[in-house]
């Protein structure tokens, strides 16, 4: 008798799953497996992985294509360090938002507190722009203090004016940089003066220096200046780039006995705009090599190519209740990646959306991005849009879709229990 129910009901189970099995490829069928897309204009083989390769020496590096934010080469890129003078970017980002915001002007002059010139300025021993105690200093030469000559004093008179004191100001860092996508970046102090709090990964700088160049190209001309003088001292910049390699134009240097020597830097060839970050080496020339060596790497192994073209279908979305059952896509601008010229790169494209897209919608409506991934990794990420618009379907259509979703929902949760 035991037997007898034990084959009746295996061949039931065998059952339900083949009918799951068969509803699954319905629905993946009816979702649009053309959403996967293969670039295969440029898929490129045959070339061994390692040639072509490049040898870091910094316990933790990246490079990065700065128009798609596409990563070259990294290494220990997620690795939480002190950014110590780096971190002088976060500052910099905060008061060019606050003066795009309207929130504070160039010609607004700041006071030096002496708590500023003892702990920044000429008495610390540490980068100054020798700002002179109780003297009023215009936020414009506050910024060319503390990116040209990396002056902590003008960092602590920007957080002291703007936030009354650093540990508040180093809370509107924190806060900034979620704003802008660096997830795991804290921040102590204005300046990068070694505290526990200061922790940031090369990753994370490399995508600050990128929002910085992107947002405020008017301000990022500062950090290519040469030289600045303040309190007739004249002090050059410590970006070592910029007399060494074509093209360079900015970022910033930094050092700290914990961190170690540290760099961002970014520079421009046949219109390719590379940045690159390092940190935890051991003397400042190597830092200085390391960096320029991963630059010139990255401008002699790498081009452009364009995976899509400007409102070209990249792959279509299903419908929900809509006249019609898909809508195609494209993304406004040309979808660009970086590819070794060696030919060792291969492309695959996918399209990736929350769906199905509820009609009725316009045209041009934002419905998802597509990720073109190098690789192992996600080369670029773009939006893309929808090329027609879908008027609202007839009573029969919108319930078809809704048998539909309700399939696919009673799907997912018999595979779920499974």
């Known amino acids: 008798m035991g037997r007898s129910t034990l084959r009746f009901r295996r061949p039931a189970v065998t059952t339900r799953r083949l009918i799951r099995g068969l509803l699954a490829f319905a629905i993946l069928a009816a979702l649009g497996w053309n959403s996967v897309l293969l670039a295969a204009g440029n898929s490129m083989q045959g070339a061994k992985k390692e040639e072509g390769g490049f040898e870091g020496e910094a316990p933790t590096a990246i490079l990065i294509e700065a128009t798609s934010g596409a990563v070259l080469f990294e290494k220990n890129a997620d690795e939480l360090r002190a950014p110590s003078s780096m971190m002088k970017l976060m500052t910099a980002e905060v008061v060019f938002h606050a003066i795009k915001q309207g929130d504070i002007k160039l010609t607004d002059e700041y006071h030096v507190s002496e708590n500023a010139w003892r702990r920044g300025g000429a008495p610390s021993g540490t980068s100054t722009m020798f700002a002179a105690i109780h003297s009023k200093v215009p936020v414009d030469d506050l910024l060319h203090g503390a990116i040209i000559q990396s002056g902590n004093d003008a960092c602590i008179v920007l957080a002291e004016a703007m936030a009354g004191n650093e540990r508040a100001f180093a809370e509107m860092m924190t806060k900034r940089a979620r704003e802008i996508g660096l997830t795991r970046?804290?921040?102590?102090?204005?300046?990068?003066?070694?505290?526990?709090?200061?922790?940031?990964?090369?990753?994370?700088?490399?995508?600050?220096?990128?929002?910085?160049?992107?947002?405020?190209?008017?301000?990022?001309?500062?950090?290519?200046?040469?030289?600045?003088?303040?309190?007739?001292?004249?002090?050059?910049?410590?970006?070592?780039?910029?007399?060494?390699?074509?093209?360079?134009?900015?970022?910033?240097?930094?050092?700290?006995?914990?961190?170690?020597?540290?760099?961002?830097?970014?520079?421009?060839?046949?219109?390719?705009?590379?940045?690159?970050?390092?940190?935890?080496?051991?003397?400042?020339?190597?830092?200085?090599?390391?960096?320029?060596?991963?630059?010139?790497?990255?401008?002699?192994?790498?081009?452009?190519?364009?995976?899509?073209?400007?409102?070209?279908?990249?792959?279509?979305?299903?419908?929900?209740?809509?006249?019609?059952?898909?809508?195609?896509?494209?993304?406004?601008?040309?979808?660009?990646?970086?590819?070794?010229?060696?030919?060792?790169?291969?492309?695959?494209?996918?399209?990736?959306?929350?769906?199905?897209?509820?009609?009725?919608?316009?045209?041009?409506?934002?419905?998802?991005?597509?990720?073109?991934w190098r690789g192992a990794n996600v080369a670029v990420e773009t939006p893309v849009y929808a090329m027609d618009s879908v008027d609202r379907g007839s009573t029969l259509r919108r319930a078809f879709d809704g048998v539909t979703e309700l399939a696919i929902a009673l799907f997912r949760a018999g595979v779920a229990k499974l």
Do not use: C
């Open 185 to 372: 970046s804290t921040f102590a102090n204005s300046n990068g003066l070694p505290d526990p709090g200061n922790k940031m990964t090369v990753r994370e700088l490399a995508m600050l220096a990128r929002h910085i160049i992107q947002t405020y190209p008017e301000f990022y001309k500062l950090f290519g200046e040469k030289e600045f003088t303040w309190n007739k001292i004249r002090q050059p910049n410590r970006n070592p780039l910029l007399n060494s390699l074509e093209g360079a134009d900015g970022l910033k240097t930094g050092y700290t006995k914990e961190g170690g020597y540290g760099m961002v830097g970014s520079a421009v060839q046949n219109g390719v705009r590379l940045i690159v970050a390092v940190n935890g080496l051991e003397d400042p020339e190597d830092r200085a090599n390391e960096a320029k060596k991963m630059l010139e790497w990255g401008f002699r192994n790498f081009e452009v190519r364009t995976v899509f073209a400007e409102n070209e279908t990249i792959g279509y979305a299903k419908v929900f209740g809509g006249n019609t059952g898909s809508v195609a896509l494209a993304s406004h601008e040309p979808v660009k990646v970086m590819v070794q010229k060696n030919g060792n790169d291969k492309l695959i494209a996918r399209v990736v959306y929350n769906g199905p897209v509820r009609a009725p919608f316009e045209a041009g409506q934002k419905v998802g991005v597509v990720k073109v």
